[in-house]
């Protein structure tokens, strides 16, 4: 149960403490700020609202802590990870339940969140050992017009402070994919976590705290964004930003110093269906990218293209998967259960409605309750319709019906976004050719988009993003590379 045993500490009444100098404290401001479950529409958890001065402290105590961690050899950094990792995993039954009461996550996927964070911090202790162990050794004479009086070394260098701030619908997965590797890398770490999932946070980080990492090496300060967002974006002591949400980070990369950053900012992936598909793989896939958790995904299913010829047949197949999906409570492990807020569940129902008067073809009733909507798949969409082009981050799913490749393929690149895109296709040449031609950082062939495994790069193209994720290159991210040049006083040949 969260907030009970081990996590006894993190709570005090009802409210939730923040993490900050290897203690947990409450807030001077006396304030909390509540997170509401997304199916009872009830206040199930309040967390400290902290103020600018305790996050100016946090991030003090984080440049001091990180000094000393960046002199830690990279054994004992990899060894405190898999300790935290295996922690994770022990405790993933609470932490798990935070994530069915506070983002609606059914029940077995927010247990599979949890292992597979846990795994991903181990790999990520392997990889930071094999990387970060390596540097190049370079020499003058390799350069036109040298003799070898020149002898290079360079090695990666930790950046200083990493401020993380994840998304609300994979909190504990998408916070440890910044976390372990600007810690490995000799980093310390600021987490700001989503109002929705930040119980399921603290949670997460009380296990690294269990794992024994140094003092004020890892913080978690709550709040709310108005009053704490730009202050700790625009914070002098902040030497790296990685993000994952939505417009926010925008205006985030506008205002940020000059600070590496790492950004994913959500996509409308479109799925590109030809003629020669194997229609039951695609529709089996369209149901799973589009409607699992709600299409609360950023690698989800956005908008099908799919060819004239073949539209009907894998319009009624999806119907007959979209069927037997399960609506319902996450604690009941449903297929669809609510969406995150209120507000979401409006939004989406903007675009059902705006798509209704321009002549959409309902593929099924369009129903709602609170912030539960059924899935829905809406067909003969045109290009004239918001949800042609907006991310509903809901279950619904549009299809566009084309008559050439060219067409998918101007549609995709039409979008502002340019995440991940998909194609299917038996033939591997046309497949390679559509794949070329999708401005998206990555293109599935066969499959629906996916994040992961989480060794995977993952980037985004146009309003996508910045940067590229992926545990090795989160790393290589959150490090710079330091040279020291030898200067020999006459020219020096190996065996020469």
């Not at 181990?122 to 050794?137: H, M, P, T």
């Not at 260098?157 to 994979?170: E, Q, R, S």
């Not at 037997?324 to 409570?329: E, Q």
């Not at 988009?449 to 993952?458: M, S, Y």
Request: glycine share 8%; hydrophobic share 40%; proline share 5%.
């Amino acid at each position: 149960m969260p907030g009970t045993g081990v996590f006894a500490e993190i709570i005090e009444g009802d409210v939730y403490k923040y993490y900050s100098d290897g203690e947990w404290k409450r807030s001077s401001s006396g304030k909390s700020v509540a997170i509401v479950n997304p199916t009872t529409r009830k206040t199930q958890y309040k967390v400290q609202a902290c103020t600018q001065e305790e996050v100016n402290k946090t991030i003090e105590i984080a440049k001091f802590a990180q000094k000393s961690w960046a002199k830690t050899p990279l054994w004992k950094r990899a060894e405190l990870l898999h300790k935290a990792a295996a922690i994770l995993k022990e405790h993933k039954a609470p932490i798990a339940e935070c994530l069915v009461k506070e983002i609606a996550k059914p029940a077995k996927d927010a247990v599979t969140e949890v292992v597979r964070s846990g795994d991903l911090v181990s790999y990520c202790a392997e990889e930071g050992v094999r990387i970060l162990g390596e540097g190049k050794f370079l020499m003058s004479d390799s350069f036109p017009g040298n003799e070898r009086t020149k002898y290079c070394l360079t090695s990666k260098i930790p950046l200083g402070v990493v401020l993380a701030i994840p998304p609300f619908n994979y909190p504990v997965n998408l916070a440890v994919s910044k976390i372990a590797p600007a810690l490995i890398a000799g980093n310390s770490l600021v987490l700001k976590p989503p109002t929705q999932g930040a119980v399921s946070c603290l949670h997460m980080v009380h296990c690294f705290h269990l794992a024994g990492f140094p003092k004020g090496l890892i913080s978690c300060v709550t709040g709310k964004g108005s009053e704490i967002g730009d202050f700790l974006t625009m914070h002098p002591g902040v030497n790296c930003i990685s993000f994952t949400g939505g417009d926010t980070g925008v205006a985030i990369s506008k205002k940020a110093g000059m600070i590496p950053l790492q950004m994913e900012l959500g996509g409308k992936d479109a799925c590109i269906v030809l003629e020669d598909a194997d229609l039951d793989l695609v529709a089996a896939n369209i149901v799973k990218g589009g409607f699992s958790y709600s299409g609360q995904r950023c690698t989800a299913v956005k908008v099908v293209l799919v060819m004239e010829a073949v539209a009907d047949t894998l319009v009624e197949k999806v119907k007959a998967k979209v069927a037997k999906l399960t609506v319902g409570a996450p604690e009941d492990d449903c297929d669809i259960t609510p969406v995150v807020s209120e507000s979401s569940a409006n939004y989406i129902e903007g675009l059902v409605m705006d798509a209704k008067q321009k002549g959409a073809t309902f593929c099924q009733e369009y129903k709602r309750d609170g912030n539960l909507i059924w899935p829905l798949l809406l067909d003969n969409v045109r290009s004239d319709m918001r949800i042609a082009w907006e991310e509903p981050f809901g279950p619904v799913l549009p299809v566009i019906r084309i008559t050439s490749v060219e067409e998918g393929i101007h549609h995709c690149n039409a979008s502002n976004f340019g995440l991940q895109g998909c194609v299917f296709t038996r033939d591997i040449n046309k497949a390679m050719l559509i794949s070329d031609a999708m401005e998206t950082g990555t293109v599935q062939i066969n499959s629906a988009p996916a994040r992961g495994p989480d060794h995977f790069p993952f980037q985004g193209l146009k309003d996508s993003g910045i940067g590229s994720q992926g545990i090795t290159n989160s790393i290589n991210m959150m490090t710079k590379i330091k040279s020291t040049v030898v200067n020999l006083p006459t020219p020096s040949y190996t065996m020469g």
